[in-house]
C-alpha cells in the first residue's frame, strides 16, 4: 500500500497539533545523503499499513506530492496516554548498500517440545532480531524452531540457520527463545528424579 504525503514547510509544536487535528501525522523523511524532508502523513494510510503486520521490517512506499519514494520505517513516536501515533521517521536508503532493521522472531515447534510436554512455557527471549542486508532481501520473519528443547534449554543465534543474503548484528551466543519452568515441571522433574 502507498502511504500519501504531502510537503510540509513550517515547523514546531503548535504546527504538528494543526496537522493532527486534520487527520494526518507529522513525519520526515531522511537518509540516502538527501536533506531531510519534513511531512504530512495521511493517519488513515498510516494506521492501515501498521494493521498489515511486519510494519518496521518491511520497504514502505510514501507518495510524497505524487512522486513515490521506498522508505523504511525508522521510529514512531506515540502519545503517553493515548497511544496514537504523535509522529513517524522515514529513512531513505540505496537499494545497493545494506541496511539495519528488526525482523520480528516466530517460535516453531513448541507442541513437540519436550519441555513443552513436561508443562514449560517456550518463550522468545527477544521479539525481534537486528540484521544487515539489501532492502530487497529482509525477511518478513525469523523462524526459531525450539521442537527440541527441554527445560531451562535456549537455541542461540548461532543455531539457527538465516536466509541468504542476510547477517545477524548481534554476537552470535545471543540467547533467542528458551523453554521455561514452572513450578509444575520443577515438582515433575523433582519427581522423577527421586524415582
Known sequence: MTMKAT??????????REVRNEGNIPAVVYGAGKAATSINLSAYDLM??????????????????????????????????????????????????????AVPLVLLGADKSPGVKLGG???????????SCLAKDIPTSIEVNIAHLKVSESVRLDEIE???GVKATSKQNLSLASVVATRQTALAQRAGSDA
Open 162 to 164: 538465516l536466509p541468504e
Open 48 to 101: 492501515m499499513d501498521m494493521n498489515k503486520g511486519n510494519f518496521f521490517s518491511k520497504v514502505q512506499t510514501l507518495e510524497i506530492d505524487g512522486k513515490e519514494e521506498q522508505v523504511l520505517v525508522r521510529d514512531l513516536q506515540r502519545h503517553p496516554v493515548s497511544d496514537n501515533v504523535i509522529h513517524a521517521d522515514f529513512l531513505r536508503f540505496n537499494a545497493k548498500k545494506a541496511v539495519k532493521v
Open 7 to 16: 510537503k510540509r514547510t513550517e515547523s514546531g509544536k503548535g504546527i504538528a
Open 121 to 131: 512455557v517456550p518463550q522468545l527471549v527477544i521479539a525481534a532480531l537486528e540484521v
